[in-house]
């Protein structure tokens, strides 16, 4: 049976990192709650970028215009896709809603750049 090597043979031998848990079973841990906890903090915000980048790059290739809405309005049907699950009933109503404000006149107020 093969012994470990220890910490410093594997600096002799140029293969041991900054990180002396790496390739254990508390390292694998420690980077699975890592992650975790950073996706907590910015997955939800990273989440709602790609969606509206998303949104912005199809609308503007199929030669549609964006045009700001009243904050009190757009809160009546805005829904965040973050890390908070909206009940999908709840989330078609809402994505209904935006249909049709979408597709309604065109307003008096300045169009939006992409």
Do not use: H
Not at 14 to 26: E, H
């Amino acid at each position: 049976m093969r012994r470990a090597l220890s910490r410093d043979e594997l600096l002799r031998r140029g293969r041991a990192g900054a990180y002396p848990y790496a390739g254990t079973l508390a390292g694998a841990a420690g980077g699975v709650i890592g992650s975790m906890v950073a996706d907590a903090i910015f997955g939800s915000s990273v989440r709602r970028q790609q969606r509206r980048t998303n949104l912005r790059t199809c609308m503007g290739y199929k030669g549609y215009s964006r045009f700001g809405l009243n904050k009190d309005l757009w809160q009546t049907f805005n829904f965040e896709e973050g890390n908070n699950t909206v009940p999908e009933d709840e989330r078609q109503q809402y994505l209904q809603m935006q249909a049709k404000a979408a597709i309604t006149g065109r307003p008096s107020t300045q169009e939006l750049e992409f």
